[in-house]
């Protein structure tokens, strides 16, 4: 077998401090920017101190009792948390010795951030990568992507148009060269996120409120980070999972179909790996409230003092999120206020990348909108944050409801060759479990491999 180069296992993504101390302080050195392998070791949610890199939102920015905490993705090498997965499908591919340097090229499907990661991680590991993505979507995407050397094949539209790259993809598979790191169907992207992001968030209450989590809100792009709900859910059982989607594209709760400008999420779908039993509420987030929203964070310091958020608090936050961000803490505060969580209650959400990303958005915002001093960053932080209703929020713990994500997901993958009893399998808790067990495998494998 060709040289592979080797990064963390599972249990070193979640305890960077198992990771050999003279790598760990190699990797902390390193610049997360850098195309450096020692760079594999900084996937993790945590920091030199192994601390999960967090924000707890400011009451006066949320105008609800309980504590939302977000968990920081900008942090990961390459800007967002989705390059955990890429890693994750790559490196077991390796050990499982379906991807093999020098033979494949990898292929990315994606709208913008798995792109990113996939030409990350492939610049490190040394593999040619094709990211397949719209030709629509925010234009520092395609710059990153560019610069880490992967090659681009765009398909016509935006990020609900992202069933055109999983069928251009599929195409692309007819070449044997071409392995997909195909993240709405492979378990990897779950692994990484019930092991990493869920035991994350689980250490990330601690010493918050009742240091419980009552609600964890994401909205599902692959839905790999709604996979931690399913870790969240063993630590606390009491805990409810919404997975939230744009008004525009509301496909899970209606089979609604649009366009819309939350970049990462609403891909038109159920994927494969979104495990919807443990789904128990969908809600509906406006997209150009999140886009408003970003720019409030982002250029209304003046504003958020004004309405008692701390300057060093408003600062802080000001780079840390991304349109999708807003939408996971919009859906957060729309959850507390109808669970009617109280000040000892804890919400967490995801920040899966920061501001970076997003000039090109808040200029077509500003181009939109004419106006955008002070006055109106005012209006729209009260609309976009303080006024938050319980609106579009609908509860799917019946059978009727998961019955309805069930045919979904058939809709959406028979299609692709995916066989009825393996869809009908995931209907069990046993087979996400089942799945879930084999991050020690795969652990054992890399380390085995790692010492060769
Ligand atoms: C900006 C952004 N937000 C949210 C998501 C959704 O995350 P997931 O794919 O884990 O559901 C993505 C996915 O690419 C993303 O890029």
């Known amino acids: 077998m060709s040289k592979i180069p080797f990064g963390p296992t599972y249990d070193e993504m979640l305890n960077p401090s198992h990771v050999d101390p003279k790598i760990r302080k190699k990797a902390l050195a390193a610049n997360p920017e850098e195309l450096d392998p020692v760079n594999l070791f900084n996937i993790t949610w945590k920091n030199e101190n192994n601390e999960v890199n967090k924000i707890v939102l400011p009451k006066e920015l949320t105008g609800v009792d309980c504590n939302i905490v977000v968990l920081l993705g900008k942090y990961f090498p390459s800007g967002s948390h989705k390059v955990g997965p890429a890693y994750s499908t790559l490196i077991e591919g390796c050990v499982d010795n379906t991807i ?45 992507i560019r610069r880490y050397g992967a090659e681009l094949d765009l398909t016509p539209g935006t990020e609900s148009d992202v069933i055109l790259t999983l069928e251009r993809t599929f195409k692309l598979k007819e070449n044997p060269k071409n392995r997909s790191l195909a993240q709405f169907e492979l378990l990897p992207n779950y692994r990484f996120h019930r092991h990493v992001t869920g035991n994350s968030c689980i250490e990330a209450v601690k010493g918050i409120g009742n240091g419980r989590i009552a609600c964890f809100t994401s909205a599902p792009g692959s839905a790999g980070t709604l996979g931690a709900g ?76 004004e309405n008692g958020v701390k300057k060093e608090d408003a600062i802080k ?28 209650d804890n919400v967490v959400t995801i920040a899966t990348d920061g501001f970076d990303r997003y000039d090109s958005v808040i200029q077509d915002l500003e181009r939109r909108y004419l106006e955008t001093a002070d006055y109106v960053l005012s209006r729209w932080f009260k609309d976009v944050f303080r006024k938050i209703g319980e609106e579009d929020i609908v509860d799917y713990r019946t059978d009727t409801q998961k019955e309805k994500l069930f045919h ?42 790692r010492k060769e």
């Open 317 to 344: 936050m000001k780079d840390m999120f991304g349109v999708s961000t807003i939408c996971n803490i919009i859906g957060a505060i729309k959850m507390a206020k109808y669970l009617k969580l109280g000040p000892n």
């Open 100 to 144: 093999i340097p020098g033979k494949h090229t990898i292929l990315g499907p994606s709208t913008g951030n798995f792109g990113i990661g996939v030409a990350y991680i492939c610049n490190l590991m040394k593999y040619d990568a094709i990211v397949i993505m719209p030709d629509n979507m925010s234009k520092e995407r395609y710059e990153r």
């Open 230 to 305: 399913d870790q969240i859910k063993k630590a606390f059982p009491e805990a409810k999972v919404v997975a939230l989607e744009p008004y525009e594209c509301s496909t899970l709760m209606n089979g609604g179909r649009g366009q819309h400008r939350i970049e990462g999420i609403g891909d038109k779908m159920c994927t494969l790996i979104h495990n919807v039993i443990n789904t128990d509420y969908i809600a509906l987030v406006k997209d150009d409230d999140c886009v408003r929203g970003l720019k409030v964070v982002h250029d209304g310091l003046d504003i958020l003092v």
């Open 408 to 449: 979904q997901k058939e809709k959406d993958w028979l299609k692709f060759g995916y066989k009825q009893e393996y869809l009908d399998a995931m209907r069990s808790m046993d087979f996400w479990d089942y799945e879930y067990e084999k991050i020690h495998h795969y652990d054992e494998l890399i380390k085995k491999l």
